[in-house]
């Protein structure tokens, strides 16, 4: 026994009824503060005051028989006074040989630092799970396999599912399907590299929405109870972030592709005069480079006849008087030329009213201008062209019924030279023609009716007897089909019908006069076609009418004479001298 007391690593005493030490080794002793002498003899409250009250309490019971093990007694002793000590004991009552009570058998172990420690880890625990459960954000441990070990409660309030159902890979079934390979892979990369956890990706919530996660998790060092490593890690719900972000982004670009793409110049101007940035299209209307133009003025490049009203336009928004304003305006090129454009200004202010800078946006108008200039010069040539043209010349617009029979139509534009040759004078411009030329044929409303309602050419010569005139005219459609105009060159034509039938009439008295007289007789052009045989020709040869015009007058003669008579024939015509000769002619007979 006296070995056992001595070697035990724990303490070890011996109480009488009284609880007096009866025995007790060095350990014991030694975890009292006390030698082993000024135990023996002493009762539990002389030694250690600061834990008779505990020891008593339970001691008597032992002494009625009871066993108690694993008793923690804490308290002041004389081994440490003012510090609370802890120790575990056993507590066993002592039998005599006739089985009386006669005292207690204790062993003691003290174990203050573990307690201690213990505490502390409780404490410590405690705290953790306090501020896991208050954070805002979604708090999880987990394993180097991805398997959680602890969620807090905002996890599971976010998700809708149990802390026990996320716990593992649970968690793993609420990732976005189109996110999971790139969070799993960005999982492995950390584990491998010891570096933080960081990845966003899309988590569903309680909702059922998809709500984008900033993921992080950091190594610890820790492990748990199978070896394995230990992260502790955040969830923080940033989904409107997310969005605003991409809505930022997304307007960027937005505002990136329509600076870069647009047909127009933009730029965007300081309020004391630099480009501060510039489009592909502003240079290319400028003829300028983008080194050229950044960091410089307007001013300098604009045509000094424009700059003032540029400044009075710019200073009024600068006090605020003036959102925005438009004008056409002039830049100078390089080489010195103008460069005509169409501006529109407008600005980006900040709260307080003030321009941040100005945002230009120039429209190329050189090829407007150009084309006015042409126009200009076309409408001179053409105005030129119709005031000194000796042909008249007009538009009209063709009036239908609607039956669609042109019943009318409005002269819309006259030439100087319509005067004369219709006898009308210009007043008659805008006016109805049945106005101006009461009675005039149908014929002529039917003709330029059928050009405006088919869009076809037409060239023909007729009378008007209201006007007492013949006119030749070529009459084409213009403008929009709808709109019924029609455009008119024509001639006044009278005197050479006038001729013509004069001539005409002489014609037929000479025919009467040649097929009266009872010889043949004929006419030749100067290259020896015969054009004209009277009614004895015919008579006496009985040919046909025109069988014998050109050169078939010269089978009529006798083969014998035709060789003759033709030699005969080109003689005269080469020396234009009579032609005279007899040959036999073939009768009808």
């Known amino acids: 026994i006296e070995a056992i007391y001595a070697s035990a690593p724990v303490g070890l005493t011996v109480l009488d009824r009284d609880l007096r030490y009866v025995r007790i080794n060095e350990r014991l002793a030694e975890i009292n503060g006390m030698p082993v002498e000024q135990h023996l003899g002493k009762t539990v409250r002389q030694v250690v005051p600061g834990l008779a009250d505990q020891l008593e309490t339970g001691l008597r019971k032992v002494l009625d028989g009871e066993e108690m093990y694993g008793m923690e007694v804490s308290g002041e002793t004389p081994a440490q006074p003012g510090v609370i000590r802890t120790r575990r004991e056993n507590w066993l009552p002592v039998r005599s040989a006739n089985g009386d009570i006669t005292g207690v058998a204790i062993s003691a172990e003290e174990f203050t630092s573990q307690k201690a420690a213990e505490r502390a880890l409780l404490q410590s625990e405690a705290q953790f799970r306090t501020l896991a459960e208050a954070l805002p954000g979604m708090l999880f441990i987990t394993t180097s396999e991805g398997g959680n070990s602890y969620v807090n409660e905002t996890f599971a309030s976010f998700s809708g599912l149990t802390k026990e159902e996320l716990l593992g890979t649970g968690w793993a079934q609420l990732l976005h399907p189109d996110d999971l390979q790139r969070a799993w ?57 997310k969005l605003a972000e991409q809505e930022i982004t997304g307007a960027e670009a937005r505002y990136r592709a329509v600076f870069e793409q647009a047909g127009v110049g933009v730029a965007r101007v300081s309020p004391d005069g630099p480009f501060l940035e510039i489009n592909d299209r502003f240079c290319e209307i400028l003829r300028r480079s983008r080194e050229d133009l950044l960091g410089n003025g ?36 390089p080489d010195g030329s103008d460069i005509w454009v169409n501006l529109t200004v407008g600005a980006e202010r900040d709260e307080n009213g003030k321009v941040l800078f100005f945002i230009p946006v ?157 010889q043949m007789v004929w006419s030749t052009l100067p290259d020896g076609y015969h054009d004209f045989y009277n009614d004895r020709w015919y008579e006496f040869t009985g040919t046909p009418p025109g069988s014998t015009d050109g050169e078939g007058w010269n089978g009529m003669f006798h083969p014998e004479d035709q060789g003759r008579a033709w030699e005969r024939w080109r003689k005269s015509l080469a020396a234009g001298e009579p032609y005279e000769i007899e040959y036999r002619l073939r009768h009808h007979d």
Not at 496 to 518: D, G, K, Y
Request: proline share 4%; charged share 30%; net charge negative.
């Open 185 to 241: 892979e960005a999982w492995q990369g950390a584990v491998a590299t010891g570096e933080p956890y960081e990845v966003e990706y899309r988590m569903r919530s309680r909702s059922g929405e998809y709500r984008w996660i900033a993921a992080r998790a950091l190594k610890i060092p820790k492990i748990d109870e199978e070896g394995r490593e230990l992260w502790v890690g955040t969830c923080l719900d940033i989904h409107d972030r």
């Open 298 to 333: 307007w001013k300098e490049i604009t045509h000094p006849d424009d700059v003032q009203r540029d400044i009075d336009q710019v200073e009024a928004m600068l006090r605020g008087e003036s959102e925005g304003f438009s004008l056409e305006k002039r830049y100078i090129a």
């Open 362 to 518: 120039v429209e190329d108008l050189n090829a407007r201008k150009e084309a006015e200039a042409a126009l200009r010069a076309s409408e001179e040539r053409y105005r030129a062209l119709f005031n000194s043209m000796e042909q008249g010349f007009c538009t009209i617009q063709v009036t239908f019924d609607a039956d669609q029979k042109p019943v009318d139509y409005r002269f819309t534009e006259l030439n100087p030279a319509f005067t004369r040759h219709t006898g009308l004078s210009q007043d008659v411009l805008n006016r109805s023609v049945k106005q101006a030329v009461p009675g005039l044929e149908q014929a002529w409303f039917e003709r330029y009716g059928q050009v405006a309602a088919t869009g076809e050419h037409e060239r023909f010569v007729d009378h008007a007897e209201p006007l007492g005139r013949w006119f030749e005219v070529y009459a084409f459609p213009i403008g929009a089909r709808e709109e019924h105009n029609v455009a008119i060159l024509f001639s006044d034509v009278t005197d050479r019908i006038e001729q013509e039938e004069v001539l005409r009439r002489s014609e037929q008295e000479m025919r009467l006069r040649l097929n009266a007289i009872p």
